[in-house]
């Protein structure tokens, strides 16, 4: 019974009604999340993060939050960790505990006292569709190659 109440929730989201993704603190994901309107994270996600360019979708990173990914997302409010860049087409707010370890690609940008960005600010005008288009998987994983001579590298570090 559970189960169909939850395809009948899926059904009515697909539907036009908004929806709150919550990560919470206790959470930890894995892999690319696409979402369509609001993703609250306090919790950490290891991936990228895409919603539609132009949407009204909006990505919140709580002062516990951790994202190790790239972000795609119209509008951002940051105030924990990014280790990635952020590409906006509408609005970021930096909040006073964001700390950003990447560049950040924007439309229009708030910073508050407090805030920390470790990389570029690239203004980005109207009309760039760029910032939804997710890199191709392969683009964002590196070489079988470069892998095993990096865990190589590791070893013979610890040995010396």
């Known amino acids: 019974m559970a189960f169909e109440r939850r395809i009948r929730m899926l059904n009515r989201n697909k539907h036009g009604e908004s929806g709150i993704t919550l990560i919470a603190s206790n959470c930890e994901i894995a892999g690319d999340l696409h979402f369509s309107d609001q993703m609250q994270i306090s919790g950490i996600v290891k991936g990228n993060i895409y919603a539609q360019a ?46 950003i370890y990447g560049d950040i690609y924007y439309k229009l940008v ?10 570029k600010m690239v203004y980005r005008p109207e009309g760039r569709d760029d910032v939804a288009k997710p890199k191709s998987t392969k683009a964002l994983e590196k070489p079988e190659k470069e892998q095993t001579v990096a865990s190589v590298s590791a070893v013979k570090s610890k040995r010396a």
Do not use: F
């Not at 708030?110 to 990389?119: F, L, P, Y």
């Open 54 to 99: 132009g949407s009204k979708a909006q990505l919140t990173i709580g002062h516990k939050g951790l994202v190790h990914g790239e972000i795609r997302v119209p509008n951002v409010i940051v105030n924990g960790k990014v280790y990635g860049d952020i590409h906006s087409d509408n609005h970021i707010e930096l909040a006073a505990k964001a700390e």
């Open 110 to 119: 708030e910073m508050v006292k407090g805030s920390r960005v470790d990389g």
